[in-house]
């Protein structure tokens, strides 16, 4: 199993245990942040599937930040550690945060293979994360 996933399934099990801070500020707040991430996925996901196909995806979320999903999964990995205030599930959302930056640069020579030029104008307008400056 890839460490992604793998690294997701744990975390959200663990969290299935973890108790809830009922009727605090964290929990309202832990449960914004996570349905803002999971809004945010469900819209990257209809901008990409309704985008052509063999098409780069710069439409929509994509203008923002070139891994919409992946800003979405941690808002909502963000969400829980806040709502539960577990320092363990921080750990594991930043090691989320460390494998995800380590694949987004092998799918990124990928598109850059596939669609060159057009995904090097795009990397130079778009960033990464959002608030991380873009590459030059």
Do not use: H
């Amino acid at each position: 199993m890839n460490a992604i996933p793998l690294t997701i399934v744990v975390s959200f099990v663990y969290a299935v245990f973890l108790p809830l801070q009922l009727d605090t500020i964290w929990l309202y707040g832990g449960l914004i942040i996570y349905l803002f991430g999971l809004v945010l996925t469900a819209v990257a996901v209809l901008n990409f599937a309704s985008a052509p196909k063999n098409r780069l995806v710069t439409e929509g979320l994509y203008r923002v930040t070139r891994n919409p999903v992946y800003v979405g999964m941690l808002l909502m990995q963000i969400g829980i550690v806040v709502t539960c205030t577990s320092w363990l599930y921080l750990l594991l959302t930043i090691v989320l945060l460390i494998l995800l930056n380590a694949i987004l640069s092998a799918e990124e020579r990928y598109c850059l293979e596939t669609y060159g030029d057009a995904y090097r104008t795009y990397m130079s307008r778009t960033p990464r994360w959002i608030g991380i400056p873009k590459n030059k």
